[in-house]
């Protein structure tokens, strides 16, 4: 009954905590703006199953991908233990879903071969993030910090795993007469060291359930909070083509009334600000991504800017975003405000002006984050409301608003190709 | 290629004064018009449409820029200005199917023209040509050019943005049997560095241009020709394999100049 209790208090803390975190996140979200809406729901669920849960665009790097595949699998299944050690704290009793027969064997045991393999690709993790030259995990916008947080995440993954095997070999120990689920990993360890680790079943439990209680509230605040909004950020994306640029409806209108005077005009129309110049200007799709990055660096790997010793990383472009957001989205929540913007004190123009539009960073994006998309949403807003675009584009626009193209060339001169 | 010859070409303001109908427009776009060097990849292309006597008519003087490159630029403004007024030509004449070589057209004419009233179905050139050749009404003069090899630079504009990798790479087989591949390639394919309005602006400070990092993946192959489908990829690596003082061992070659080619036109 202490222990019942005890848990239901900590289980209560934990939601109470996460649900401040998500309350703090919704304000943020309702400083952003509408995006596309969400229709196509069987397109969705299939690009969900294939994407997230088939991790297609992760095996785009084989190696690496497939460890990271077999994790995501793995924690799919534990996830399920983890539901039922929730149960079984409230109730007070052990392996309560096991009524569940040869599905719950099956699950158990992929789940204890899961977190024994999951252990060992942290541990790669590990030394590949401390001790590997790995190009893509470095970068202007990967700070100590960020290193840090990634490895505190690995840290909790890898002892989250641990508790969870300790566990198990605690529940065999004890339960060698009568087991619920099957083991292989945990059995086979038993039967190879002939210890009784009865005595360890219960803190495996207690080290495993407030690891996950600690982890799931820390996540929101961490770059590993795709955990939670990878699959939500692959449901949610854009459909579109990835060369569609989204139509800015505002212009539509003034462009109507410059080519139609007679057009009605709505005096009631909010005046918004072209394009992005600070988070209030985002979507909430903008802000969504920037939470669901975990700042693999794919995307900067592949940008031709970037390969080409530009200041552009895509990734940055996302960093910024999210780290703009808890400095102005907190201001603002407060009442107050500061005289910064996302551009030029996070996002310099040499980076908006250097992308090519070329989508390979968004081809690329395991969780379907559209960078090119934002990054020309900035350019809207230097060209349109500061008139500060690079002196060859000014040169560009000039020839197409009098000639109809973006050379120098009259339009009599339109057919001369074919003469 | 015979350059003296003036192509017949039927303008649409023409067709439509003789109160006669055409199935495609075909949309020249302004590289087309005005780049001397992608001018020959239309005059290739009309060519290719008279040959197989196709029932279509381009704008002439009444073209004007689809918009894209100011789109991207951020000139939201100008962009849906030039939309507008190319909509109400295209509308104006009834226009349902429209061709185009250039990506950058084609996919704001397909993508982003429908937001503002310009409803067509959109063929690529190459998806069109493609279809010609396995509809068998296109003879090919199969390896004309002695064993050349070819590799095939994939515009993203055609290939990550419209997913058109497969009908390009069909034409440049039928015609010179095998496509040798870049390490870049399709889906992972490394822009020339033109898109998103880079062609019209100075690159920003950095270790070197784009377009030479794509030469360099081109040149690594080793081939004699490498295919293009879009005017900016053809000027980035024209000039990508001039800078390298390659111009006498590889070609830079657009598909319809290819399929023009193999037909003694």
């Keep these: 009954m202490i222990k019942q209790t005890l848990f239901t208090v900590v289980l209560l803390i934990t939601l109470g ?22 229709k196509n729901i069987s397109a969705r669920i299939s690009r969900t199953l294939n994407v997230a849960f088939g991790q297609t665009k992760i095996f785009r790097k084989p190696v690496v991908g497939f460890m990271h595949a077999l994790v995501f699998w793995g924690f799919l299944v534990i996830t399920f233990g983890s539901v039922e050690m929730v149960f079984d704290g409230l109730i007070g009793e052990d392996r309560s879903f096991a009524f569940m027969g040869t599905f719950y064997d099956v699950i158990m045991a992929s789940g204890d071969v899961f977190a024994f393999i999951i252990i060992v690709f942290i541990v790669f993790f590990l030394i590949r993030r401390k001790f590997m030259n790995i190009k893509r995990l470095k970068g202007e916008e990967i700070t100590a910090k960020t290193n840090r947080d990634a490895e505190l995440s690995l840290y909790f993954i890898g002892f989250l795993m641990l508790s969870l095997l300790v566990f198990n070999l605690g ?17 086979q360890i038993i039967e190879w060291t002939s210890y009784d680790f009865g005595t360890l079943q219960e803190s495996g439990w207690w080290v495993h359930i407030l690891l996950i209680f600690v982890f799931a509230n820390y996540l929101p605040y961490s770059k590993h909070f795709h955990v939670f909004l990878s699959v939500p950020n692959v449901f949610l994306a854009n459909l579109d083509p990835l060369t569609k640029y989204p139509n800015l409806d505002s212009v539509t209108k003034e462009v109507k009334l410059m080519l139609d005077p007679e057009a009605a005009y709505d005096d009631n129309e909010e005046v918004t600000r072209f394009g992005v110049k600070d988070i209030e200007d985002v979507t909430w799709r903008n802000y969504m991504d920037s939470l669901a990055c975990t700042q693999c660096g794919r995307c900067t790997d592949v940008c031709p800017a970037n390969i080409t010793g530009k200041r552009l990383s895509p990734r940055k472009i996302f960093v910024d975003l999210r780290h703009r957001m808890n400095e102005k989205g907190a201001l603002i929540l407060k009442g107050e405000e500061d005289t910064k913007s996302l551009i030029r004190d996070y996002i310099s123009e040499e980076e908006i002006w250097a992308c090519t539009s070329c989508n390979a960073c968004a081809q690329e994006c395991p969780i379907e984050i559209s960078h090119p998309n934002l990054i020309m949403d900035m350019r809207r807003y230097l060209v349109m409301e500061e008139a500060s675009a690079p002196a ?23 057919m001369k190709w074919a003469e | 290629m015979n350059k003296d010859t003036k192509i017949d070409i039927p303008v649409m303001a023409e067709v439509a004064a003789k109160g006669e109908q055409v199935e495609y427009l075909y949309w020249v776009g302004c590289a087309g018009a005005f780049d001397m060097r992608y ?26 820029c689809t918009g894209d490159a100011a789109k991207r630029a951020g000139n939201e403004m100008l962009f849906q ?26 996919n704001t004419l397909k993508n982003e023209y429908p937001d503002l009233g310009g409803h067509y179905e959109l063929i690529n050139y190459t998806e069109f040509i493609d279809d010609q050749i396995k509809k068998g009404k296109l003879e090919l003069d199969k390896n004309p050019f002695d064993n050349q090899s070819i590799t095939y630079h994939d515009p993203c504009y055609l290939g990550r943005g419209n997913k058109i990798y497969d009908a390009p790479r069909n034409i440049v087989k039928a015609v010179y049997g095998e496509v040798k591949e870049m390490k870049r390639c399709k ?28 030469t360099e993946d081109v040149l690594e192959q080793k081939v004699d020709k490498v ?11 024209t000039d990508g394999i001039k800078f390298k003082n390659k111009e006498t061992e590889v070609e830079n070659l657009d598909v319809a100049e290819i399929v023009a080619q193999a037909l003694g036109l």
């Design chain 1, 392 to 414: 060859g584009l000014n040169a560009m626009f000039a020839n197409i608003e009098n000639n109809g193209a973006p050379w120098q060339y009259s339009p009599e001169d339109r």
């Design chain 1, 171 to 187: 529940y065999l120990s004890n339960h060698s007469n009568h087991i619920l689920g099957v083991y292989p990993v945990s059995a």
């Design chain 2, 39 to 64: 001018q020959k990849v239309a005059r290739s292309f009309a060519k290719i449409l008279n040959h197989l006597s196709v029932s279509y008519a381009v704008l002439g003087t009444e073209e004007s």
């Design chain 2, 81 to 106: 200005m030039q939309a507008m007024q190319n909509i109400e030509i295209l509308n104006g004449y009834g226009i349902k199917k429209i061709i185009c070589t250039c990506p950058h057209c084609y």
């Design chain 1, 17 to 38: 905590v996460f649900t401040w975190s998500v309350f703090r996140l919704r304000a943020f979200f309702r400083l952003t703006k509408a995006a596309y809406p969400i």
């Design chain 2, 227 to 237: 295919a293009t489908a879009c005017p900016f990829c053809m000027t980035m690596l």
């Design chain 2, 187 to 214: 889906s992972s394919a490394l822009c020339c560095g033109a898109g998103g309005a880079q062609m019209f602006k100075d690159a920003e400070k950095g270790d070197k241009e784009v377009n030479i990092e794509r």
